[in-house]
């Protein structure tokens, strides 16, 4: 059965709202909160950036009945992997559900501002092959010592081990990243914008990679990005925070005011036409029910953003949840 999870956006709400909207998200039916993990957010002029690792310790206590998730996170640079591992058992073990760790490549506006070199893609891809390597092992109880080229571990040991089983996701926007998925991690989390798209960059290469290990397919945890608003006006309101994510240097940048006047250089129906846009829970249904049904997920996060968050998390699910579950 689908999970329906909301989404926490670190770079819009400060961690006090955040809390909150996982409460009465909570109090509304979903089954998990899945929170996004930056250093710098996406713009400088509405924008927030909490610690995400604390943040997911005062969900952990507040709302245990929940399942947790980073969406994503990356153990690449201002994170050792076995430092990853580490803060994901002690979550596993304040939480009474699962916590699912979402790892990816990362972007340079979390990497940059600290002083390390953002590689190009190669070297993140190998990168993180050698930080789930890692991870994993530590998390499966291991005492490690490890040489690799990036990265290294001696006698490495969590004393505070997890619980439960931790689920590993990796995000994929291409075939590369959905076969080390397929090869490394226990699902894929894929940011869907063209479902069609997905399916041949991301779904069709990880099966591929998933029968030639002769593994079974890999779980599916998706999401999408949706405006809910009457209007244009408050569509662009709602997505403020978030135009950054969209212009042509959102890997590269370092610097959230760069990213805000490159967005804003382009008219604002180009940047609103990159996001999805509701203003009815039909709307709604149709934007993420494609998701449940074609993708066949085990996760399927909302990820949206309106001028009054929190009614809208409530109509979610007083109204949406209720038709995507059938």
Do not use: C
Request: glycine residues 6%; proline residues 6%.
């Amino acid at each position: 059965m689908t999970k329906f999870s909301y989404f926490l956006g670190s770079e819009q709400w400060q961690p006090e709202d955040l809390i909150k909207h996982a409460e009465i998200a909570k109090d509304s039916g979903f089954d998990m909160l899945t929170i996004s993990e930056h250093f710098h957010p996406w713009v400088d002029d509405y924008s927030a950036s909490n610690f995400t690792w604390s943040t997911l310790g005062a969900l952990a206590n507040n709302i245990p009945s929940l399942d947790l998730g980073t969406g994503v996170t990356t153990p690449l640079w201002r994170m050792h992997p076995g430092v990853v591992a580490q803060a994901a058992a002690t979550i596993d073990r304040l939480t009474k559900s699962t916590f699912h760790l979402g790892v990816g490549t990362g972007e340079n506006i979390n990497e940059g501002p600290l002083g390390y070199t953002f590689p190009k893609y190669e070297e993140r891809k190998n990168r993180l092959i050698e930080s789930l390597t890692i991870i994993r092992r530590l998390l499966n109880g291991e005492k490690l010592t490890y040489n690799g080229e990036y990265y290294k571990t001696e006698k490495a040991k969590l004393y505070s081990p997890p619980l439960k089983n931790i689920p590993i996701w990796l995000a994929a926007g291409g075939p590369k990243s959905a076969q080390v998925a397929a090869e490394f991690a226990d699902g894929l989390m894929i940011s869907v914008k063209d479902p069609k798209d997905s399916y041949e960059r991301v779904i069709d290469p990880a099966k591929e990679k998933t029968a030639e290990l002769k593994k079974k397919d890999m779980s599916v945890h998706t999401y999408r990005w949706t405006m809910f608003a009457d209007n244009d006006e408050d569509a662009w309101t709602a997505l403020r925070s978030w135009r950054g994510l969209r212009a042509p240097s959102r890997l590269q940048q370092l610097d959230p005011e760069a990213l805000r006047i490159e967005a804003d250089s382009f008219p604002k129906e180009e940047i609103m036409g990159k996001f999805s846009k509701a203003a009815t829970i039909e709307d709604l249904v149709n934007i993420y029910s494609p998701l449940v049904d074609d993708f066949d997920s085990d996760i399927v996060t909302i990820q949206i953003s309106s001028i009054n968050q929190e009614e809208t998390i409530k109509l979610l699910g007083k109204e949406l949840l209720p038709k995507l579950r059938k």
